[in-house]
């Protein structure tokens, strides 16, 4: 086998399709494992059906750990579906597979990512764009910060997996990391390979346009920055700014879909809900709006990559006063992805618009 892919967002799936194109992977000869919960898993499989290029997809949830003639097979199996076994699985999976030349993981922060690439013989290790979060990882190790300050419970839960489970998740001593981030700093045994999203860029010229403004939505309520109540008077200042039959809410997939007649109320917008991820649904599926923007989400800087001049984006900046009411752990991501969003696109600052 040339290749395996350990992902878990559809994001990360679109850059394993540019990278088997960059790195000249057969995905015919590549095996995808997908670790993704319920909320991200419908959407991957979709993408995967959609594509049919791999030899084999597998999520790893559903990789049994007991021969099947087991007669108490079907308890276990439901009790091995859990996440504390997947390093397990994944130590298996290593084993059978032998040598490859590349891996690539999506999400260098998981223990899973570090512990398969510690398992498994392979020539090379590639990290796929996570988002801002790639940016935050590879400035992490550029300063030899390679141990992250975890809280005390998830501290015991790790000491637990690797004592009883054989986890393996030190951080890994070389990397490459394939991203769209051309100012991305590497650590000194890292490298970077730019990718340009070529193979997306290719279905761009056959979709149709339409004269809308989509509003990209986010899970920024699940997440834990901002209330409900906050969220939609946010969404009502940015109404202001725009005529209200022109902008479409595109629901993320983490939100909550009660939540989307409130923001259709109180806005005026229509709502839509995609299947796949908006920078594939715009480049390969269509129709592609005159302007795209949010609040801020990662998807905005990709599509700013991918379109060009083809598209409009920008974002909406969270008010300070509002900013400064998240914990400080909260407030500092916020202000390093707008600090690195205005290096890419206009940052439209709402409190301006209000005075």
């Known amino acids: 086998m040339q290749a395996v892919f350990l992902i878990k967002s559809p994001l990360q799936y679109l850059n394993a399709l540019e990278a088997c194109s960059f790195f000249s992977v057969q995905p015919e000869e590549s095996l995808l494992l997908i670790i993704a919960d319920r909320k991200s898993s419908p959407q991957l499989l979709r993408l995967a ?3 049919h290029v791999w030899q084999g997809v597998k ?11 087991d007669p108490l097979y079907s308890v276990r199996r439901s009790l091995l579906r859990n996440s504390a076994f997947f390093s397990l699985k994944l130590s298996r999976i290593a084993s059978r597979l032998g040598k490859v030349d590349y891996l690539f ?9 570090r512990h398969f690439a510690h398992q498994l013989d392979c020539n090379t ?7 801002t979060a790639t940016l935050v990882r590879a400035t992490e190790r550029a300063a030899g910060r390679l141990h992250r300050r975890l809280k005390l419970v998830k501290r015991l839960r790790l000491g637990l997996k690797r004592k009883v489970l054989g986890l393996h998740d030190k951080e890994i001593p070389a990397l490459t990391f394939f991203t769209l981030y051309q100012n991305l700093q590497a650590g000194p045994n890292d490298l970077v390979a730019i990718n340009d999203f070529s193979c997306l860029r290719q279905g761009m010229l056959s979709v149709a346009r ?8 986010g899970p920024l309520i699940e997440a834990g920055f901002l209330s409900e109540a906050v969220y939609l008077e946010l969404l009502q200042q940015v109404a202001a700014y725009y005529h209200p039959e022109r902008v479409v809410y595109v629901a993320h997939r983490r939100e909550d879909p009660q939540r ?8 005026g917008w229509s709502t839509q809900v995609f299947d796949y991820p908006i920078e594939y649904q715009l480049a390969q599926i269509g129709p592609l709006p005159e302007q795209l923007t949010s609040f801020f989400s990662s998807a905005l ?14 974002a909406f900046r969270i008010p300070q006063k509002i900013l400064t009411a998240m914990p400080p752990e909260k407030q500092q991501v916020i202000q390093r992805i707008y600090a690195h969003m205005e290096t890419m696109m206009p940052v439209i600052d709402l409190a301006e618009q209000q005075s």
């Open 59 to 69: 999520l790893l949830a559903e990789v049994p750990l007991l021969p099947m003639q």
């Open 125 to 131: 290790t590639i990290v796929l764009d996570d988002g």
């Open 49 to 51: 059906r959609h594509n």
């Open 105 to 113: 993981i999506g999400d260098l922060a998981n223990p899973l990512s």
């Open 301 to 314: 800087e990709t599509c700013q990559q991918i379109f060009g001049d083809s598209l409009r984006v920008c």
């Open 210 to 217: 339409e004269k809308k403004i989509y509003f990209l939505g």
């Open 260 to 267: 989307l007649e409130k923001i259709s109320g109180l806005t």
